[in-house]
């Protein structure tokens, strides 16, 4: 190996450094996101040996596995440092050095891990061994294997020593072979005709298109001028026929290859060696991406020459040597040689500004390949991500006039349609993207290959028309539809359960979450979703351990912290309460802009009777959402009831300013009012109002009554308290408080005296809402919400999409809070007896 000086690697650094820096600028895009942004592999919580049985995607590789699936550069580092450590395994006289011989399986298995071509390097190592360390030719081979063949002469000793290493590589690589097939369950890939068309096609176009291939894999290295990040579909016509003019291409391209062949194979001498060696490097790596043996799922990729280009830059180093070797050509190929490196680094350096986003990319690539739908739907997919549902709209159409038969463009349109409120073209396209999947003939038993992600049309169009509540049959049909094509749907099942959930068929929407999870028992989504179902079948605590068999699967899954808490909240169980307010901090770690996890630490808190922190909580819940209608309400309650009545009122008027309506609240500000403030006419007020939106209120109708009585007006407060009696007719407070007033009107020695204590207009027994005593909670989101799906991308990363927060008020009240409420109302009860005494002069 020759020396390589310290000046060399600063150059060589100097100048790739020049080339990519301002890559460090530029994001996540196209399989980025898939692979390193979506990847759960990637999680901390996943376990290491997922790692080897799911691929690059983080999908298992018995399932959507193709040659493509592992980093090319990774693979490249040991597929070259395995080459490197078989070098050495020769000794002295030609012996055997084992040390590097294992190193070198060792790094073969690492490299066939990163990427599937790594496993080649065997294939390198054994012409290495043959033509370079042992110094055969192919005419020497042919001579000694005829010899021992015709019994004339017996396998030379260093030969023997050959084959030994041979069969320990490919023994090796054998091994290889077999854990591969094993772990993909002995299935090939399964790609579509939109993936490769020549894949699917007849004979000779399958032929003629793969052969054609190689000299355009070929040209990208000796002109890399017209770079696409996707070469699928139609970008590459196919041949169809011997005339077709291209095939000239494909017949000088095996013509020189076959000359370096025979050239580096028959004649010593090292340039021969660093020829062969070259057309190694090219070939061997490129074979599993041919498409010669097997079908990939792609027509071009140009990463996949990532280790070719080593041998293809061993060439023209070797012919640029050659040609500055002579006198005459020295100068002319050094500036040759200049202007080449100068071109191809700023080519570099622009081509690296194209991956800058997802949009750069895919538009960079329309210019070189307008006949590749999925380039359209993925310039589509950029601008849908940015919110631009209009411009995405455009280029998911020209998608389908470039492809009328992609059924992900009719998807993608469909889903755009539905983003900008029209409904009806999006049913319509999802529609044409159902009839161009395969139809089912009855009677008939036939097998067809379907895309995974082109059965999710079954899954978009069933969401559209869900919201119609006359169409839920339709939508479920659908789902079930999409599972009877392929059974092991776990998207299917999850939205069907969704669905039935809304059809009120609980039951039914468990054994679709039950068939989910036995396809996937590690989804914390699909525990949580089980829990929603447990609470519509009023089965609490077996919700709760579907609540914390998700946060068991991912301790941070925001809508099991939030909602469990809200469940051991509403049990009333004193001993769950320390576990709730836990689960509610963690919540509020992982969402701190939600105001609703604020909100019900401090209701958690008003249980316990911390008020101070109560306070807190409510006002950092009222600082994030300042029209947050329960957390003022329960600000103002709480200040009520620790004898901070005036500090109540500006948070009843801020409530008031925001809803008007809020009939707790005004009786609450009239209760200060006329007990604190002595403000009859504003309290009267708010009694008023109250009866202007509800004139059935019992509880401001009584409190009216109690006004007039404070206003002196006895007979006015007579006809009121009959009024409330007839809504209420069953209340003996009412009709107790109607005969004290009697008894005043007719009483000729008449003591002014108020109905109830100073203090209380509405603490008595009987209240609807005694106001000492009143929560009101809104929970966001309510128990009951579940994770929702979301119309699926097609050829781009899936989403998940938690379902919205509701806005509603349930009452909460605990065993223990009622117990509470009935000692007040016997204590109010038993003032009650004492004014009356008092006013029937006892």
């Not at 999908?59 to 990774?74: D, H, I, Q």
């Amino acid at each position: 190996m020759a020396d390589i000086n310290l000046k060399e690697v600063t150059l060589i650094v100097g100048v790739v450094t020049a080339c990519y820096w301002n890559s460090l600028f530029c994001g996540f895009v196209f399989d980025d996101v898939s692979a390193i942004l979506d990847n759960k592999d990637l999680h901390p919580s996943t376990p290491l040996k997922t790692l080897f049985q799911n691929d690059f995607w983080g999908t298992p590789m018995s399932e959507v596995t193709g040659v493509v699936g592992r980093a090319e550069l990774l693979s490249s580092i040991f597929f070259l440092a395995a080459f490197l450590s078989y070098t050495k395994s020769k000794g002295p006289d030609n012996s055997i050095v084992w040390t590097p011989i294992a190193l070198t399986v060792f790094l073969v298995a690492v490299a066939t891990l990163c990427k599937e071509q790594g496993i080649t390097v065997v294939g390198i190592c054994c012409v290495y061994e043959v033509f370079i360390a042992q110094g055969y030719t192919l005419p020497l081979l042919c001579t000694t294997a005829g010899q021992f063949l015709r019994g004339k002469g017996s396998i030379p000793f260093s030969m023997l020593q050959t084959l030994i290493k041979l069969i320990v590589l490919m023994f090796s690589t054998l091994l290889l072979v077999v854990i591969r097939v094993q772990v993909i369950q002995s299935q090939l890939p399964v790609f579509t005709r939109f993936d490769n068309p020549a894949a699917v096609s007849p004979t000779p176009t399958r032929q003629l298109t793969f052969n054609y291939l190689l000299p355009v894999n070929v040209w990208l290295l000796l002109n890399p001028s017209e770079l696409c990040c996707d070469w699928t579909m139609g970008t590459i016509p196919l041949i169809e026929s011997f005339l077709d003019i291209r095939n000239l291409a494909t017949f000088a391209f095996f013509c020189f290859l076959g000359a370096l062949g025979v050239f580096s194979l028959r004649y010593p001498g090292d340039s021969s060696k660093t020829v062969l060696m070259a057309l190694c490097l090219l070939a061997l790596p490129f074979i599993p991406a041919s498409n010669l043996f097997f079908p990939v799922g792609f027509v071009v990729a140009e990463r996949v020459l990532y280790v070719p280009s080593m041998g293809f830059c061993i060439l023209v180093a070797h012919g640029w040597q050659k040609i500055s070797n002579k006198s005459v050509f020295k100068k002319l190929s050094w500036i040759c040689l200049s202007m080449v490196i100068f071109t191809h680094a700023l080519k570099t350096l622009h081509r690296n500004w194209d991956w800058e986003s997802e949009y750069t990319l895919f538009m960079s690539a329309l210019k070189v390949n307008k006949n590749n739908a999925k380039l359209w739907n993925n310039v589509g997919h950029a601008l849908e991500n940015e919110k631009n549902f209009e411009r995405a709209l455009k280029y998911f159409l020209q998608a389908t006039h470039v492809q009328p038969d992609d059924i992900g463009a009719h998807m993608n349109v469909g889903r755009t349609y539905k983003n900008l409120n029209r409904t009806k073209e999006a049913e319509e396209s999802y529609m044409m993207a159902k009839s161009l999947m395969p139809q089912i003939i009855p009677g008939k038993k036939y097998a067809a290959r379907i895309a995974p992600n082109h059965l999710n049309v079954y899954i978009n169009l069933a969401n559209l028309i869900r919201a119609n509540e006359s169409r839920l049959e339709e939508a479920d049909q659908l789902y079930r539809q999409a599972i009877s094509m392929r059974p092991d749907f776990k998207q299917a099942y999850i939205s069907r359960g969704e669905l039935l959930l809304k059809m009120n068929k609980p039951l039914k929407a468990k054994e679709a979450y039950l068939k989910a999870l036995e396809l996937d028992k590690n989804n914390a989504d699909l525990w949580y979703n089980l829990a929603i179902v447990h609470i519509e079948l009023k089965e609490p605590n077996e919700a709760l351990k579907n609540f914390n068999r998700a946060l068991e699967l991912n301790p941070k899954h925001k809508l099991a912290l939030f909602n469990s808490a809200i469940l051991m909240q509403e049990s009333g169980e004193v001993k769950l309460r320390p576990e709730a307010r836990k689960r509610l901090l963690n919540y509020i770690n992982e969402e701190p802009q939600d105001a609703n996890g604020y909100f019900n630490l401090g209701m958690l808190a008003m249980d316990d009777k911390k008020d101070t922190e109560a306070e807190m909580w409510m006002k950092k819940a009222i600082k994030l959402q300042a029209d947050f209608r329960s957390a003022l309400f329960n600000l103002a309650l709480l200040y009520s009831q620790t004898a901070k009545e005036l500090m109540a009122l500006p948070v009843l008027e801020e409530l008031l300013r925001y809803y008007p309506d809020h009939i707790k609240g005004l009786i609450l500000k009239g209760d200060i009012l006329m007990n604190q403030k002595k403000d009859i006419l504003g309290a009267k007020k708010c009694f008023e109002k109250i009866l202007e939106m509800d004139p059935s209120n019992v509880q401001g109708k009584h409190n009216l009554c109690v006004v007039y009585f404070e206003e002196k007006d006895l007979l006015k407060a007579e006809r009121c308290l009959v009024e409330t009696l007839a809504l209420a007719p069953h209340e003996e407070y009412i009709q107790r408080h109607l005969n004290i007033v009697r008894d005043k009107i007719s009483s000729s020695n008449f003591v002014e005296q108020p109905i109830f204590p100073a203090g209380k207009t509405s603490g008595v027994e009987g209240d609807n809402i005694p106001t000492e005593n009143v929560k009101e909670i809104r929970n966001e989101p309510r128990p009951t919400q579940i994770i929702k799906t979301s119309d699926n991308k097609s050829q781009s990363k899936s989403n998940k999409q938690l379902g919205k927060n509701t806005d509603k008020e349930t009452p909460h009240k605990t065993a223990k809070e009622i117990k509470e409420i009935e000692k007040k109302r016997v204590a109010a009860l038993k003032r009650l007896e004492e004014i009356e005494r008092i006013l029937n002069g006892e």
